[in-house]
């Protein structure tokens, strides 16, 4: 079993930054990868990127690369997900999710981010 807790969203305005916070406990993550997702209103989940724990590899999605930057610290089990230059359109349920294989296993209970205009 793998805990996951996000934390980190809230009220940000448009253009500034905010990190969120994905702790994970229950196992070693090694061998493991961590994904982040998001969910708007009325939108379907949206797949933000992921990181390789072992190895720190990066991979992201169109629509946030080069704005969102996901990092781990393995010493706090914690990865991190770094949005900068926010949009509105960022506004959404922010979560966090575990894989070994193609499909998530265990997710976090998610964290609201609301980016103001």
């Known amino acids: 079993q793998v805990q996951l807790v996000e934390s980190g969203g809230g009220l940000a305005q448009a253009g500034g930054s905010l990190r969120l916070s994905c702790a994970a406990s229950g196992r070693t993550l090694s061998g493991w990868s961590m994904d982040w997702f998001r969910q708007a209103p009325g939108k379907e989940r949206e797949w933000l990127g992921i990181i390789n724990w072992d190895f720190g590899l990066t991979n992201y999605a169109d629509s946030v690369k080069g704005r969102f930057t996901i990092s781990r610290d393995k010493a706090k089990s914690t990865v991190y997900l770094q949005m900068d230059r926010l949009k509105p359109e960022d506004t959404a349920v922010y979560y966090c999710?575990?894989?070994?294989?193609?499909?998530?296993?265990?997710w976090g209970q998610g964290t609201q981010v609301t980016v103001s205009s």
């Open positions: 999710a575990a894989r070994r294989g193609p499909k998530a296993e265990y």
